[in-house]
């Protein structure tokens, strides 16, 4: 067994905020992750729906398609509404060979609205957590059937955001709903990253590596600002320049045996902080805490 390291192409262009980073060739992304060592890469905006195009082009940068966001709405959709809406993104990762579906509730998320502070998140009532959870699960259940495993991204912003939502996130769903561990997601939003993974290593299905800086993320919420103000802030960054203890990291994925992708990422400003440097200083401290943890990984061909 080892894990893969890739890379998400947010720090080069953000899709939320497009004005970052958004003139920035496609090309010039994948050229960078393969210059920096990364072996995979998740989907952005940029990039072509049609895997007879992506194939080729992710191929000449020796990358793989790890996976790539998709935003449900399971709070005002059924289940088989939801699975109907996602089939062109499921028929893209099975066709691209990728293991993951990477999910999210949005369809009443403020994370991608600067009007919004960080403190309107909207929250789910006891009662909801028990219908939500139950169609989520029988849409995991239908990607496990596609050969994909479901893992769940908790997101600031978002329905499960805290501890307490977690929790609830975790009682409500069935064993075929996993989890995107999204380190700075969680422990921004008071979850501590490495103990859900040690915890909860079932659920464990795909893992996002982002630093934090706790003094920004503070300073936001006093002037109650909104998530991507707080991007803009620099509340984010890569494993090596922040906050967080990414050997504790490496061992908990050790302990559990985890075999699958470890990504970088970042929202940050490629204007302010250069996505090949940055790039560059995550991949490296991954590696060298995965060395220490005695966690095996595939280098770049």
């Known amino acids: 067994m ?3 390291f890739g890379v998400s192409p947010i720090a080069w262009i953000n899709d939320d905020m497009p004005e970052l980073g958004g003139d920035t060739p496609l090309e010039s992304v994948l050229a960078d992750a393969q210059a920096i060592g990364f072996t995979g890469v ?7 729906r049609d895997p007879v195009v992506l194939k080729p082009l992710l ?17 005002t959709r ?3 509404e939801e699975v109907a809406a996602l089939q062109p993104h499921l028929a893209l990762l099975k066709a691209m060979g990728c293991t993951v579906f990477i999910i999210a509730e949005t369809s009443n998320a403020i994370h991608g609205d600067r009007g919004q502070p960080l403190a309107a998140t909207p929250r789910l009532a006891e009662d909801d957590w028990e219908r939500f959870g139950a169609r ?4 995991a259940d239908h990607v496990a059937a596609a050969g994909l495993h479901l893992a769940y991204h908790h997101h600031l912003g978002t329905v499960v955001e805290r501890q307490r939502d977690l929790e609830h996130f975790l009682q409500a769903t069935g064993a075929s709903v996993g989890l995107t561990v999204d380190t700075g997601h969680a422990a921004l939003g008071g979850i501590d990253p490495f103990r859900l993974i040690r915890d909860h290593p079932e659920r464990v299905a795909h893992v996002h590596c982002k630093d934090i800086r706790p003094e920004v993320f503070g300073a936001l919420g006093r002037r109650g600002g909104s998530f ?3 991007v803009l802030a620099g509340m984010f960054t890569v494993p090596g320049d922040g906050y967080l203890d990414y050997g504790d990291a490496m061992r908990a994925l050790a302990d559990i045996g985890y075999d699958g992708w470890v990504i970088v990422e970042a929202e940050q400003d490629p204007a302010v902080a250069d996505p090949r440097r940055y790039g560059e200083i995550g991949l490296r401290t ?3 805490c995965a060395d220490q943890a005695g966690l095996a990984w595939r280098a770049a061909a």
């Open 2 to 4: 080892a894990i893969r």
């Open 42 to 48: 998740e989907l952005g905006g940029k990039f072509p």
């Open 59 to 75: 191929g000449r940068h020796g990358l793989t398609l790890v996976g790539g966001w998709y935003s449900a709405s399971l709070l």
């Open 78 to 80: 059924s289940a088989e």
């Open 136 to 139: 989520l699960t029988a849409v």
């Open 228 to 230: 991507l103000d707080g």
């Open 286 to 288: 991954l590696e060298r």
